[in-house]
């Protein structure tokens, strides 16, 4: 018989709680390794799955799991209020169509990677297509936690456990 557990975190560790998949949907937008690595965990961690890629040659290619849905532009047909959508390369030339798409629909978080030391190319490419300043703000930069990540998976992982703690409207880290 399992012990009933008042803190959802203990009851999870104690694998108390039912997996919840399919309430929320995290898109990554552009096949690369931490696209891979971001759907691969998000799967595992209830998320559905999406890989925006606009090259589709890019992916023909490549197996992809059954879970994942493929598509080769944001829409609102899955980015809806629940979704995150994760631009994991700031240089594609499609960057500026790609996020004003993903602003048109009502996505609850859309961040694109890249360092904070470098200009944000985002930000010319959406004012270049006419997007007003407040949708351009609704993207963020820097994206995850700042963890010292330098590999696909560790990027992945902190992306990941930035979207788990604004989800939770929590700041993230080691401070309770």
């Known amino acids: 018989m399992a012990h009933q557990h008042p803190d959802p975190a203990c009851a999870a560790a104690h694998d108390d709680l039912p997996a919840q998949h399919g309430a929320r949907t995290l898109v990554a937008v552009f096949a690369s ?12 961690l209830g998320y559905r799955t999406v890989l925006v890629e606009p090259d589709l040659h890019r992916v023909e290619s490549v197996s992809r799991p059954d879970h994942l849905r493929l598509a080769s532009t944001v829409d609102p047909s899955f980015a809806d209020g629940d979704v995150d959508v994760v631009v994991t390369d700031h240089d594609r030339p499609e960057l500026g169509a790609i996020l004003d798409a993903a602003l048109q629909t009502r996505a609850r978080w859309i ?10 190319p985002h930000v010319a490419a959406l004012r270049e297509r006419g997007v007003d ?39 993230g880290g080691f401070a309770f």
């Open 33 to 44: 390794p931490v696209a891979e690595h971001l759907l691969h965990f998000g799967h595992d």
């Open 133 to 171: 300043e407040t949708a351009v703000a609704r993207v963020h930069r820097p994206i995850g936690l700042n963890i010292g990540s330098r590999t696909p998976a560790e990027i992945a992982v902190a992306t990941l456990a930035g979207l788990i703690a604004d989800r939770n409207a929590r700041p």
């Open 111 to 120: 961040g694109v990677m890249g360092s904070p030391r470098h200009t944000a």
